[in-house]
């Protein structure tokens, strides 16, 4: 077995948009900083998957609150944040301020939409009614059954393969070293404190601190203790990605409907999703899942027929018992959580690396309703 050992201040286990923008974070404060994934490149697990919605407005729920709010402060770092990533990294990361259109087919969902709008209009958020024509003026594609829209001019969204391949070259021109093709087999501790991580291959990485930012796959790390777990479950998300022969155009902003959305890419690509299925680990694509997903989008968008198709793929949404994030420090001192992003980890990556590096530096505090410590006593889910 081998016996190489390195060591790092800071080591983040899993390399999809959350944990590179942590390792970026880190590595632009000065920390000596190691990210590893066992996917050959960077951004292989969930994030290359995800549609890339920036939508904290649209996924506004009653009884998730603390969540909007986190998510409207990430989509506000937005703009600077590409800007900087832009600018470190050399390459685009498909950032398209397109808006956001809520759509209802039929009397019932005109209704529910309706009730979303005061939801929103009550919480201070900015949101227009659309008459059916008026939505049709927006965007002539959308089919006359058409009841009733809500436009949101600031949910927005990003190409995530995109911004994976910046945050991971923004990541080493900072000095932060990208380990791949290398499984962490779990946590090493001593005295009940965190001393680094092991590998697969029976070698180790020392560090100070070890951040989890493994995706679904985070509870499936050996040697965290029982106190410290987080649970989380994969809920799968079968997902089409297509292309307009004739260009962009077909449709500018992103398009929300029960049940489905389409996310233009601004350059004649379009992202297709998603379905909700409890199947584990499952990530077989099947024929019912595209069919839900164009007949979901033709009712209302007829041409999305002429579309080629790409890509039919599947991811799993890291899932936490109440359907937020854990972030920031955890029981066990030197481990950090920055997991269970479930359905916005794409939205979150900004703030989530902000509240994770501001509590290596012991700086800032953690939101009650994110804390990793909430889970004290959960049992953990087996990945
Ligand atoms: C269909 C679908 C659509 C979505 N759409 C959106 C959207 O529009 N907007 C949005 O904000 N979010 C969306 N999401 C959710 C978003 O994709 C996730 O929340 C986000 O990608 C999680 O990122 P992550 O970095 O935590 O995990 P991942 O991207 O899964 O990264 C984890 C990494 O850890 C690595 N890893 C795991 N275990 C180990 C180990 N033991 N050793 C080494 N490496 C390991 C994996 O290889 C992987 O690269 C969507 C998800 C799905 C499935």
Known sequence: MPNRSS????????????????????????LRVTVIDRGQRPGTGTSSVAAGMLAPISETLATEL?????GLESVKRYPEFVAELTEASGTDTGYLRCGTLLAARDGDEAASLARELELRRSLGLNVRRLLASEARRLEPALAPTLRLALEIADDHAIDPRKLTAALARALTAAG????????VRGVNTEHDRVTGVGLADGSSVSAG?????????????????????????PIKGQILRLHDPAGPGMLTRVLRMTGGYLVPRGDGRYVLGATMEERGFDTTVTAGGAYDLLRNAFELLPSVTELVIDELSAGLRPATPDNAPAIGPGSTPGLHWAVGHYRHGI???????????????????IPDEFAPTRFAGVPAVAA
């Open 7 to 30: 060591s790092s201040d800071v080591v983040v286990v899993g390399a999809g948009a959350v944990g590179l923008a942590v390792g970026w974070r880190a590595a632009q404060r000065g």
């Open 66 to 70: 603390p969540l909007m709010r986190l």
């Open 176 to 183: 932060g070293e990208l380990r791949l093709g290398a499984a």
């Open 209 to 233: 601190d070890v951040v989890v930012a493994a995706g679904p796959w985070s509870s499936a790390l050996d040697g965290v203790p029982a106190g410290s777990r987080i649970p989380i479950h």
């Open 347 to 365: 939205l979150l990556t900004p703030m989530t690396a902000e509240l994770v590096v501001g509590a290596l530096a012991g700086e800032g505090a």
